[in-house]
C-alpha cells in the first residue's frame, strides 16, 4: 500500500495559489465516460414502469450510462435477494447510524479585541494558511474550513466536521459544517463533478428548516469538496427501534410529524415528489427538529427549475420508467407503475405516523399491494383521539382515491384539537411559509445543468456494496466456524461479489478459491474425527466452489469406504460381544445346576421373607392376602428359621396396624382381625386398641355449607345415624362445638320413642316436620338416650351457643324465613314447614330463625326459646328474639341437639 492509500482521511494542502484558492468556476465537461453498474440502492426497488423507455436518453450526451443490474444484488427491504448486512449508504451526509459522532470539544473562542484586528488581517489578505491553525490534523480547505474530525466515510468519499473560519471571525454561536471531500475515483468523472455541483443548487432552491441544506460545492486544487448542513442526532429509524414495544412519547411524535408534514408540503408546493419518503430519510438533530433528506430522486425528476424549454435537463430521469422506491412505505399505485402523485407521499408519511405511535410499521412491512391482496387491517392506535385515528387510516389507504388530498389537510386532520383562533393562525403560518419560501426560491439563480447525480451515485454505491461485502467476506474466512449461519453467510458474499464485478476481481477468485480450501481441511478433520455425516455436508456445500469435483468425490469415496469398515468392525464386534454373552450364559446355567434342593429353598425363604419385609414398612396400605401367602411360605420352606423370626415379624405387624388405626380405623380392625386368623390367639395382636376417628373432627368447623363432605352423623348402636350435625368454629369465649344443622324432626324423636318407654310415637302425615308440643322432660331423656347411643355427648345448646352458631358470617337473615308475614297478597307464616326448607347460613344451620322457636339454657340453667316461630310477625322474628319458658308441651317450640366434642 502506497502512501498515499494509508491514510484517507489526510487532506493535502495545496501550495498557496490565488488563482487556484479562487477558482470557483465548474470544470469543464470532458470526455463522458459510462458508469459500470446500477445498484439500485438508497434501500430502493425499481417498480414495474407503466410507460416506455423513452428515447430521451439516446439524445442525451450529458447522461451517465446506467446498465441494468443482476436483482439478486439489491439489497435493504427490497423484494429480491438481499445482502446479510445493510448496505452503506453512499451518501454519508445522511448520518449512517453505524458512524459514531464525536463529540465536539474544540470550539474555537473568538478572539479578544487586543488581537482582533491581526486576525481580520490574515483573513482578509488570504494569508491565513493552515500552518497558522493548530485545530486537528486533517488539514484546511480553502483557508477557511479547518478540518477537525471524520464523520463518516463511503464510495463517494470522506465527510469531516469542519470549523468555518469566517464563522468564527463573524463570533457564530455555530461554526461548524459537514465538508465532504469528493474521493480521487468520483473526482475521475467530470460529468460527476457537473451532476453534484448542479444537484448542490437544486437542493439550495428548495430550502426549509427541515430539509438538508447544502451550502456550497467547491474545489481547493485537485480537492473537490461539498459544504453542508452539520447536524447532531439520529436518524428516525433508529428512534423508532428505540421504542418498538411502546412508540414514541406522544408529545416528541408530533413535533416530528409537524416537521416532516412541513418539508413535504413545501416540496409539494415546488412540484417536488420525494417518492421515496421513509423513516431512514428522516433525521432527528439533539433539539427535537426533524429533518427530511434525499430529495435526489424527486429534485431530478421535478419542473421547479422553470426550464421546460431544456429538454436535456428536463429528461434526465423518467419517473415512470425508474420508478424509485421502497415497498414497505411506497402505495399501491407506485408499486403498479403508475405516473407519481403527492398522494404517495402521503401513504408514506400516513405509514411513519403510525410507527411514530406504535413502534410499528401498521402492515408489518408487507408491501401495500401484497397487503391489499391479503386485505391485511391496521390495528387501533389507542393512545390517540379517533378524529385522529381516523386521519392516519385516510392516509394509509390502500387506494390513491381514498386517502386526504394533501399534506396540509393531513396534518388538519391529525393535530390535536385547539381553539378556533389558534387552528387559523397555524394554517397561516404554514402557507405563509410556503409562500416566502416559494418566492425566495423564484428569485434563485435560474441555471440547470443538464447531468445527474443519481447515475454517478450508482457507481460509487456499487463500490460501497463490493467494499462492504469484501470486508465481510474477509472477516469471515479469517475465522471459519463452519456453522450453517457461517456457510450460508460465506457462500452469498462470494456469489454476491462474483454478481457485483462480474466474476473479473481476482482478489474475488482468490478468496474462493481459498474457501474451497478451508472446506478441504474441514472435510478431513472430520473424517479423521469419524463426524461422516458432517463431512457429507461440507462435501455438497463445498462443491459450491469449484467447478472440479474430482477431489471431493474422492472424499465421499472414502468416507463410504470409512463407514463401511466401520460397519464391519461393528458387526464383528457385535458378534463377539453375542458369543461372549451365550458363554457366560451356559457358565451361570451351571452354576445353578449345581445349586442344592437347600440352597434353591433359601433363596425362597429370602424372596418371601422380603416380600413380608416390604409389606411391614408399612408405607402403604397393609395388604393382608399377600402377607399372609408370604407367611405361609416361610413356614413350609423353613420352619425352623421362620420360628427365630415370628415375634419380629408379630412385633412389627401389630406396630403397623396401630400406625393405620391413627388415620383409618376401619382398616385397621379390618387387618386386627386378619392377623388374628393368622397368628392364631397372639396376644400381642391381640391387646392393639383401636380408636374409632370422631366424624365432627374439629378440621370441619365452618365448612358446613359446602355439601355432605362437610357434615357429620353419630352412628347410634339400635337405630342407625344421629341427627345430621355441622362443627362451628370455637373462638375466646366458645370451645368448638357441633350442633345440629336441622331442628330435631318427628322422625328422629320417634327412634327414641320406639326404643324406649320414655314417649309415645308421634303420628304425622310428614314425619320431617320438626318434633314439637314435646315437653322438656322427654327432650332431656332424648338426650342422655343419645349420648348412651353414639358415646359422644349431647345436650341442649346454651343461648350463647346458639345465636353464636346462628350468627355465623352472615349480616342479613333469611328474607325468606318462615315467620308470619301478609302483605300484597304475600302470605307465610301459621304452620310448620319440613326442617331442611329454608336458607343455611355460612356455617350450615338451615331453619334457626322461624318455623319453631327452639329450646336453650340462659344464664343460670335458666330455659328460654329462642329464635321466633312460625306464629310470629316477620319483624318480631329475628336471632335475638327470646321468650321464657316453663318446658310445658306447645306446638310452637322444638330445639335442635349439641354435641361436645373431645
Known sequence: MSDKDSDKTKIKIPASNNTQSDDKTRIASAAKKNMSENTGADKTRIAPSRKPQQNVHADDKTRIATPKVNSEVLDDKTRVASAKKPAVTSDVTQFNPHVSIPEDKTRVTPPSDDNSNGFDSALSTGQFLASSVEVGEHGILKERFVLESVLGAGGMGIVYKAKDLLKVEAQD??????????????????????????????????????????????????????????????????????????????????????????????????KIIHSDFKPGN??????GIAKVFDFGIARAVSKVEHLDDNPEDKTVFDAGNLGALTPAYASLEMLEGEEPDIRDDIYALGCVAYELFTGVHPYNKVPADEAARQKLKPKRITNIKKYQWNAIEKAISFKREDRIGSVEKFLEAISPKIKSTNKMATVFALLLSVVITAYFLFVQEKTVDPYSEFDIRNELELKIKIDFYKEDLAELLENPTFTDPWEDSTWKDI?????????????????????????????????????????????????????????????????????????????????????????????????????????????????????????????????????????????????????????????????????????????????????????????VLAAIQIQSRDPCDKSLAGLGARGKRAICKDKTKEAGNGPVLVVIPGNSKLKTFAIGKYEVSIKELNKFCSRSSSCKTLKSADDKLPASNQTFNIV????????????????????????????????????????????????????LVRTNIGKQNSWGLVNYVGNVQEWVYDKGRKLVAVGGSFEQTMENCEITTTYAHNGSADVQTGFRVLRELR
Open 173 to 270: 454561536r455555530d461554526p461548524y459544517v459537514a465538508i465532504k471531500v469528493l474521493s480521487e475515483e468520483f473526482k475521475s468523472h467530470p460529468e460527476a463533478f457537473i451532476s453534484l455541483q448542479r444537484e448542490s443548487r437544486k437542493s439550495q432552491r428548495i430550502a426549509h428548516p427541515n430539509i438538508v441544506n447544502v451550502f456550497d460545492f467547491d474545489r481547493d486544487g485537485d480537492t473537490v469538496f461539498m459544504t453542508m448542513e452539520f447536524m447532531d442526532g439520529q436518524p428516525l429509524d433508529q428512534l423508532i427501534r428505540q421504542y418498538k414495544s411502546t412508540g414514541l412519547p406522544t408529545d416528541d411524535a408530533w413535533t416530528i410529524i409537524k416537521g416532516m408534514s412541513s418539508a413535504l408540503s413545501h416540496a409539494h408546493a415546488e
Open 495 to 683: 456469489k454476491d461479489l462474483q454478481v457485483l464485478t462480474k466474476g473479473e476481481d481476482p482478489w474475488v477468485n482468490d478468496q474462493q478459491i481459498f474457501a474451497y480450501n478451508l472446506y478441504l481441511k474441514e472435510i478431513d478433520s472430520a473424517i479423521k474425527a469419524y463426524k461422516y455425516s458432517k463431512a457429507k455436508h461440507l462435501i455438497t456445500n463445498a462443491k459450491r466452489y469449484t467447478d472440479n469435483n474430482d477431489t471431493l468425490d474422492l472424499k465421499l469415496k472414502d468416507i463410504a469406504s470409512a463407514i463401511q469398515r466401520n460397519k464391519n468392525r461393528q458387526a464383528a464386534q457385535a458378534k463377539k460381544e453375542q458369543a461372549n454373552m451365550l458363554a457366560n450364559q451356559k457358565k451361570q446355567q451351571k452354576i445353578k445346576n449345581k445349586l442344592t434342593t437347600k440352597q434353591k429353598n433359601v433363596q425362597l425363604f429370602d424372596v418371601a421373607l422380603n416380600n413380608v419385609n416390604t409389606q411391614l414398612k408399612c408405607q402403604g396400605r397393609l395388604n393382608m392376602r399377600n402377607f399372609e401367602t408370604a407367611i405361609n411360605k416361610l413356614r413350609d420352606l423353613d420352619s425352623n428359621r421362620y420360628s427365630g423370626l415370628k415375634n419380629n415379624l408379630v412385633n412389627s405387624l401389630a406396630a403397623c396396624i396401630k400406625q393405620t388405626g391413627k388415620a383409618f380405623p376401619e382398616r385397621a380392625r379390618e387387618a386386627k382381625k386378619h392377623s388374628l386368623r393368622i397368628f392364631k390367639s397372639n396376644k
Open 780 to 831: 332431656k331423656s332424648y338426650f342422655k338416650w343419645l349420648s348412651k347411643q353414639t358415646g359422644q355427648k349431647y345436650r341442649l345448646p346454651t343461648k350463647n351457643e346458639w345465636v353464636y352458631a346462628a350468627k355465623s358470617r352472615r349480616k342479613q337473615l333469611d328474607a325468606n324465613r318462615n315467620c308470619k308475614l301478609s302483605t300484597r297478597g304475600i302470605n307465610k307464616g301459621g304452620k
Open 282 to 287: 428522516v433525521f432527528v438533530t439533539k433539539r
